[in-house]
């Protein structure tokens, strides 16, 4: 079965930067997207980006662009998200998950990872 | 970006009830519109795509319609697992966006 299993919960210092993962299995890396989403405490979904599985394109939401790194290693078919210049809100629960566009032609997140909390605060 | 409005952001529902909610796109998004349900402490699960693809594994009293800029989400007999936070999501542009959010809360 599908699984996305995200790294552990870590707690930072305005101004770090912190480098998420998210390991997938289940089926081939490659012919699926990554997205990034993010849901800061008591709030909604906000999308961060996404990344080609196949070749590396990348596209990041405006808000967080230039501040964000998504990258993928398809030798141990795990994403990446390395987020720099930490504020406090940043503080949020980061999800990994599997983005249907480059296969199903439309795109939708059909598996989730169980998150992982990053906390910034001085 | 394509912002989402869901409404109600807030709903109160007995179990066995009908439940509709709305979600309304600042442009037109075609049937680019999907539906999670996430439960207190939980990851999202993905219920509606394409605005009315009834995800696998996803019960067959949720149902989703519209295409353009109007979109629904029903429910068409409330269970106790249902009293969730409901989010829309359009994927028309590459930048997607999220709605704010539904909470259904026991009546």
């Known amino acids: 079965q599908v699984q996305l299993v995200q790294s552990g919960a870590v707690l930072k210092r305005p101004g770090a930067s912190v480098r998420l993962s998210c390991k997938a299995s289940?089926?081939?890396?490659?012919?699926?997207?990554i997205s990034w989403v993010r849901q800061a405490p008591g709030q909604g979904l906000e999308w961060l980006g996404w990344i080609s599985t196949f070749n590396g394109n990348t596209l990041y939401a405006l808000n967080v662009q230039g501040r964000v790194t998504m990258t993928t290693d398809t030798s141990t078919s795990t994403a990446y998200l390395e987020l720099r210049g930490l504020r406090s809100d940043d503080t949020a629960i980061y999800y990994c998950?599997?983005?249907?566009?480059?296969?199903?032609?439309?795109?939708?997140?059909?598996?989730w990872g169980q998150g992982t909390l990053v906390s910034v605060s001085s | 970006d394509i912002q989402m409005t869901q409404s109600p952001s807030s709903l109160s529902a007995s179990i066995g009830d009908r439940v509709t909610i709305t979600c309304r796109a600042s442009?037109?998004?075609?049937?680019?519109l999907n539906w999670y349900q996430q439960r207190p402490g939980e990851a999202p699960k993905l219920l509606i795509f394409?605005?009315?693809g009834l995800q696998s594994g996803a019960p067959s009293r949720f149902s989703g319609s519209g295409s353009g800029t109007d979109f629904t989400l029903t429910i068409s007999s409330l269970q106790p697992e249902d009293f969730a936070t409901y989010y829309c999501q359009q994927t028309y542009s590459p930048r997607y966006t999220f709605g704010r959010g539904t909470k259904l809360e026991i009546k």
């Open positions: 442009q037109t998004i075609s049937q680019y």
């Open positions: 394409g605005a009315s």
């Open positions: 289940g089926y081939t890396f490659t012919t699926y997207g």
């Open positions: 998950a599997r983005d249907s566009k480059m296969t199903k032609g439309m795109a939708f997140f059909d598996d």
